[in-house]
């Protein structure tokens, strides 16, 4: 008897971490409605949220075995779902009609950015063996926070925008976070203090400029030198 409860209750504990990961499918909604009603602050701290439970529904799904106890249930196809949701279509919203890149240049990088992200998410090798993400991984969500909150000028954070939809297609490694093993120790603490820097950025942001943003772009600048260094090592391997 025993055994058969166990085993509904590890079948409850798969399905359970598959909804916490499809409940950012909702998130992205409610993320959306506050963007819609002018209140970018609350639209961020819902994308904050969104990123919390993606950094940490892998984790749980390994460690409830996910894989044996729902076999016939696709949570990574779930996953993509639901971060293409969060991490672009969201984002790309924003981007088109917020007054954050020149008025005319919005649709045109909005619509950019879904089909190069849509492309990035479908490829077989958007992740590679030695765990890189092959090409700007689609963090959509936290270029639109920068492009709120750093007080950069629209045309600047146009040509970023212009120039991430091109890295995304371009077979460029950038570290994976929880996966790269070099300097992966540094990477996660960093990540950590980064998150909370962004929690408070958003929850104190105002419309204007935050100095929190900007101090929390360390991370990023270590996380992009990082990831051209370790790429340029990747090269030299090959060769």
């Known amino acids: 008897m025993s055994n058969g409860s166990d085993s509904r209750a590890t079948a409850a504990a798969a399905w359970a971490v598959h909804l916490y990961t499809a409940a ?19 639209g961020f701290l819902w994308l904050w949220l969104a990123v919390a439970i993606d950094s940490t529904d892998g984790a749980l799904a390994r460690w409830v075995r996910v894989k044996e106890r729902t076999p016939r249930f696709d ?5 993509n779902l639901v971060d293409y949701l969060t991490f672009v279509f969201v984002p790309a919203w924003v981007v088109s009609l917020e007054a954050v890149v020149p008025a005319e240049w919005g649709m045109p990088l909005a619509v950019g950015m879904l089909l190069a992200s849509a492309y ?4 077989k090798d958007a992740k590679t063996d030695d765990h890189f993400f092959s090409g700007f991984p689609s963090y959509w969500n936290i270029v639109a926070f920068y492009l709120y909150t750093l007080g950069m000028p629209a045309t600047v954070n146009g040509v970023m925008v ?4 091109v890295l995304v297609l371009v077979p460029v490694g950038f570290v994976y976070p929880s996966r790269t093993p070099t300097l992966r120790g540094l990477t996660l603490f960093g990540g950590t203090i ?15 400029v935050s100095q929190v943003a900007r101090w929390s772009m360390a991370y990023p600048i270590y996380y992009i030198g990082l990831s051209v260094v370790l790429n340029a090592r990747r090269g030299v391997g090959d060769n």
């Open 24 to 42: 950012t499918g909702v998130i992205a909604l409610l993320a959306l409605r506050a963007f819609i009603d002018g209140d970018p602050r609350t």
């Open 75 to 79: 949570g990574t196809l779930l996953d």
């Open 120 to 123: 990035g998410f479908s490829h």
């Open 162 to 165: 212009g120039g991430l939809v």
């Open 194 to 208: 980064w998150a909370v820097a962004m929690l408070v950025a958003a929850w104190t942001f105002d419309g204007g």
